[in-house]
């Protein structure tokens, strides 16, 4: 099993940056694939960003693509979401999940290990 806990959030102005990080627990962390969701409210918790094991491979929502990067770091059992030209719609509390699995998933079914989330606010 692995624990996650995010940290990182918090409120930004439009076209700002932040980073977001996602601790685990454990030491099998590089066992697992690690993705970031959001949910804004009222909406459904959707797919953000996805990345391999190794961190060789990731992958994005069209909604962020070109403006956010997903990395992690093994040794330290951490990965990372660098937001950049932050938007008013990018409003939301921000997941990270994690399964043992060497699959690009980008299903919220598909995660058996969630954070408890971070509040990321952008204003206009």
């Known amino acids: 099993q692995v624990q996650l806990v995010e940290s990182g959030g918090g409120l930004v102005q439009a076209g700002g940056s932040l980073r977001l990080s996602c601790a685990a627990s454990?030491?099998?962390?590089?066992?697992?694939?690690m993705g970031w969701f959001r949910q804004a409210p009222g909406k459904e918790r959707e797919f953000v960003a996805g990345?391999?094991?190794?961190?060789?491979?990731?992958y994005y929502a069209d909604s962020v693509k070109g403006r956010f990067t997903i990395s992690r770091d093994n040794a330290r059992n951490t990965g990372y979401l660098q937001m950049n030209t932050l938007k008013p719609e990018d409003t939301a509390v921000y997941y990270c999940?994690?399964?043992?699995?060497?699959?690009?998933?980008?299903?919220?079914?598909?995660?058996?290990?969630w954070g408890q989330g971070t509040q990321v606010t952008v204003s206009s």
């Open positions: 990345i391999s094991r190794s961190g060789l491979g990731t």
């Open positions: 999940a994690a399964e043992l699995t060497a699959r690009q998933i980008t299903t919220m079914g598909d995660y058996h290990y």
């Open positions: 454990g030491r099998t962390f590089s066992s697992y694939t």
